[in-house]
């Protein structure tokens, strides 16, 4: 197992780190994904479910009439040991073959960097910076860690389909995929002043909080 590295021709502050666990360990994370959790019934397709602190969908920022709850066995070993603490907030999440998420950046107010693991189905993510586009090829078992530039000012999200055409024009299946995001609570306030994508500059600003998708010219949401 190799190191994070930061690759050509992708965002700054983005680093991929390939087979972050073994085939096999991720052979026994679907059997407990399929076998032992308890997943919502929700009519999104896209389903989820948290541990440490609960992610609100309203604030963007933990959730405070939530408890804490303590990490599986199943998750401790997927822990990142590379930040000085543990995540403050983990999120699995279920994508069926044919969803996506609206291109966004994680707020800026509540979270500080960002790190995805993987499982199951490969699947091509677009960071979008103004009229950059970079299309990810993320890879099952890899993690992928956002920091800097990819983390503050692109949006990262994923279309809507069944399949994706790769650069040498190759068609893929897309097939049942998970995703864990780790996020760490931000200690200090935000000081990137990116108007468009930081809800703190816009705070300061005195952008009502129902104003802010006006701004936001090429995200669909702040999440």
């Known amino acids: ?46 389903l989820s479910l948290h541990y440490g602190y609960t ?6 920022g933990v959730d405070p009439n939530i408890p804490y709850k303590e990490f599986p066995d199943w998750l401790v070993p997927l822990i ?53 586009r970079v299309d990810i090829d993320l890879m099952p078992r890899g993690m992928m860690k956002m920091t800097g530039d990819a983390r503050l000012h692109w949006t990262h999200g994923i ?10 024009g190759t068609v893929r299946l897309r097939k049942d995929r998970w995703s864990i995001t780790y996020r760490w609570i931000r200690e200090r306030d935000c000081e990137c002043g990116n108007v468009r994508l930081c809800d703190v500059a816009q705070q300061r600003l005195g952008i009502a909080k129902e104003k802010r998708s006006a701004v936001i010219s090429d995200a669909k949401r702040i999440e």
């Open 80 to 132: 990142p040991t590379t930040e000085a603490r543990p995540p403050d907030q983990v999120c699995l999440q279920y994508y069926p073959p044919g969803t996506g998420i609206p291109p966004h950046v994680d707020a800026h107010q509540a979270w500080d960097q960002l790190y995805a693991l993987s499982i199951g189905s490969p699947i091509l993510m677009q960071f979008r910076n103004g009229d950059e």
């Open 159 to 168: 279309k809507k389909r069944k399949t994706d055409t790769l650069a040498d």
């Open 55 to 60: 992610f609100d969908y309203m604030t963007f």
């Open 1 to 46: 197992m190799g190191g994070f590295e930061e690759r050509p021709g992708l965002p700054r502050g983005l680093f991929l780190q390939d087979d972050f666990i073994s085939p096999e360990h991720e052979e026994q994370l679907v059997h407990t994904f399929l076998n032992e959790l308890k997943w919502p019934q929700k009519d999104s397709s896209r």
